[in-house]
Nanobody, 123 residues
Framework: QVQLLESGGRLVQAGGSLRLSCAAS????????MGWFRQAPGKERDIVAT????????SYADSVKGRFTISRDNAKNTVYLQMNTLKPEDTAVYYC????????????????WGQGTQVTVSS
């Protein structure tokens, strides 16, 4: 089992920045690909960004490319999502997820999920 705990979500004005963190309970996190997903009210949970186990490969949804950056610190068992130039349409609950493989880029490859953290961007 892998337990994930997100933090860093809050209310922020459009154009602002936030950094989300995801702390994992398992020391073998360095073997797993990680991802950030988000779900807005009434919408499906969509992928935001993924990162390979070594951090050398990343992928992003088109809507966040150039604004968001995913990174990881395997020594701290933590994954981050730096979000810049936030827009009201970024408002959602953001979830961290872990995949039991070194590389994963689609939602169905991630069996472990955190509880989510709310990000609200005001206009």
């Amino acid at each position: 089992q892998v337990q994930l705990l997100e933090s860093g979500g809050r209310l922020v004005q459009a154009g602002g920045s936030l950094r989300l963190s995801c702390a994992a309970s398992r020391r073998a996190l360095s073997l797993y690909a990680m991802g950030w997903f988000r779900q807005a009210p009434g919408k499906e949970r969509d992928i935001v960004a993924t990162i390979s186990s070594t951090g050398t490969s990343t992928s992003y949804a088109d809507s966040v490319k150039g604004r968001f950056t995913i990174s990881r610190d395997n020594a701290k068992n933590t994954v981050y999502l730096q979000m810049n130039t936030l827009k009201p349409e970024d408002t959602a609950v953001y979830y961290c997820a872990a995949a039991l493989r070194p590389l994963a880029t689609s939602r169905d490859e991630f069996p472990y999920w955190g509880q989510g953290t709310q990000v609200t961007v005001s206009s």
